[in-house]
């Protein structure tokens, strides 16, 4: 029996200017999707049983309609044939149908990952077994649960229907409790597997998210940016949790007290439970994809996944990041907000209109902090191009930021500087345009994909133009380095050059407005 079935063990401000926009009261927030919206319309729901069809499939990342659970256990029925030969024994690699991907694709067991970044590999712990996922042919299926799907018009009263649509995302633990990983990988990853279905602003939010090997004690973090997020992006979505996954396992089995041991005429006490349409994401089951292998995010695996041409101008996050910058009270028409107080409407354009610069300081941090004379050069030659340029710059520790602080901050910001850390997050919701850039800071030689490949995923003719320093040294794609963490990485001594960053910002400020203006 699975563990999921039933019975199983359970500076303050360092030179700030000007204030932020305040937030915008005059009127309600705006929702990005459209309302009245129905889930229903993008699912078949006309109350028939039908076998499971694959809609969209990349590893760790599945949108899948008719899909069956019973006792904790997820059926796929299908009337494909066969492979050949047939497969006498349960194989995670291997279908045992034609054109289907292996179970071990789609689904794990849902346990932490350690030890080498390869991903789940040959790893038979982290591998689903038959009691997790299992692959059955129609007739198969009548004969576990006496539901014969090649007949039309087989109704609902055979199974217990979850309407709506369903995004089950099967991750431990480890990671969710993170800004970085809920928003900019798990959910990047989820909603780039959604928009794949076409629709961009009009996709339907889910009717629930589950979460089958999470405690609802433990998806916040400690930075209340994951509730954030979830409450600005699905305020109407239910959130579920394992002891609502338990809720349904135990329905599954639960059969009248009668002296047959059958309900529907098959072998299988109690009936299956069926999700009409289901968006699945396993962490685990991305992991051995190509483009993991190459990036080490699991987001960047359904990438593989294309988004009808032309919809949205390519920016298929911006459903998401339109919702938080308005929830944050970020007005998306100047991105900056109503004026603040005695300040004139003329005043507000002159503002909206110059490109800001913010540096995210981290000298106020325990770790990953720039030489603190590295770090007041690097001010000083910032400062001195918004002489120059007449931009704006913002040098700020985001830990002395309200969260709405943040998001309004960085959403009105042309480029973003930072060292690694979580703070580049943020970079989720800036507006895109020909200047927007994010600037990461390493320790020399060392290198993670995290805000690069975020950045430069998000569309929108290219997305945000990631570069990377290494002290002097400029790095961007492609030429960009393999991972590496080397000793320093993690340290309070990351030496930068800031000539070299000024120079890189005058480059991006004035390179893109020549292009502007040409």
């Not at 279905?197 to 009009?202: E, F, P």
């Not at 300081?361 to 910032?382: C, F, I, M, Y």
């Not at 895109?432 to 929108?460: C, K, N, Q």
Request: proline share 8%; hydrophobic share 35%.
């Amino acid at each position: 029996m699975s563990q999921h079935s039933a019975g199983s063990d359970n500076s303050f401000l360092a030179d700030y200017s000007p204030l932020l926009p305040p937030l915008k009261l005059e009127s309600p927030p705006l929702n990005p999707f459209p309302s009245p919206y129905k889930t229903e319309s993008f699912i078949q729901n006309d109350g028939l049983v039908r076998e499971t069809t694959i809609i969209k499939h990349v590893p760790g990342w599945t949108i899948i309609d008719s899909l069956y659970m019973h006792n904790g256990t997820y059926y796929v029925v299908t009337s494909n044939p066969p492979i050949d030969p047939p497969q006498t024994k349960y194989d995670p690699a291997q279908s045992p149908f034609l054109k289907l991907p292996p179970p071990k694709a789609i689904l794990s067991k849902g346990h932490d990952i350690y030890g080498a970044r390869g991903g789940m590999g040959n790893d038979p712990l982290r591998a689903p077994d038959e009691s997790y996922l299992r692959y059955v042919s129609t007739a198969e299926f009548q004969n576990l649960f006496g539901i014969d799907l090649s007949v039309n018009g087989v109704d609902e009263g055979h199974v217990h229907t979850v309407p709506g649509l369903t995004f089950i995302l099967n991750d431990s633990p480890q990671f969710i409790t993170h800004y970085y990983h809920f928003c900019a990988e798990l959910w990047f990853g989820v909603w780039r597997t959604y928009a794949s279905l076409g629709g961009g602003h009009k996709l339907p939010p889910p009717t629930r998210v589950l979460f089958p090997n999470l405690d609802s004690a433990h998806w916040r973090d400690y930075a209340n940016m994951n509730q954030l997020f979830m409450r600005s992006v699905l305020p109407s979505t239910q959130m579920l949790f394992s002891h609502d996954w338990y809720d349904w396992v135990s329905l599954s089995v639960i059969h009248k007290p009668t002296s047959e041991s059958r309900t529907n005429g098959g072998t299988m006490k109690g009936k299956p439970i069926l999700f009409p349409r289901v968006l699945l994401a396993d962490r685990s089951a991305a992991m051995p994809a190509f483009n993991y292998q190459r990036f080490q995010r699991t987001a960047a695996v359904p990438f593989g996944l294309l988004i009808p041409q032309g919809e949205e101008g390519g920016d298929w996050w911006s459903p998401v990041r339109d919702s938080v910058r308005v929830f944050a009270g970020l007005d998306d028409d100047s991105a900056n907000g109503s004026p603040t107080n005695h300040e004139s409407q003329l005043q507000l354009q002159q503002r909206t209109t110059r490109p800001v610069v913010t540096y995210l300081s981290r000298q106020d941090w325990n770790r990953r902090k720039l030489k603190t004379e590295d770090h007041e050069s690097l001010v000083a030659e910032l400062r001195k191009l918004e002489v120059e340029l007449g931009i704006e710059v913002i040098v700020v520790s985001a830990e002395n930021l309200s969260r709405w602080e943040q998001i309004r901050l960085v959403g009105r910001s042309t480029i973003l500087i930072g060292v690694h850390g979580n703070g580049l997050t943020a970079e989720l919701w800036m507006n895109l345009g020909f200047r927007s850039t994010v600037i990461e800071i390493f320790y020399p030689g060392g290198w993670a994909h995290d805000y690069e490949y975020t950045a430069r995923a998000m569309g929108a003719g290219g997305g945000l133009k990631h570069y990377g320093i290494w002290n002097d040294e400029v790095l961007t794609s492609p030429g960009f380095p393999p991972p590496s963490y080397p000793p320093g990485f993690q340290g309070n001594e990351i030496p930068v050059d800031g000539k070299t960053v000024a120079n890189l910002v005058r480059d991006r400020i004035t390179a893109a407005g020549q292009l502007d203006d040409g």
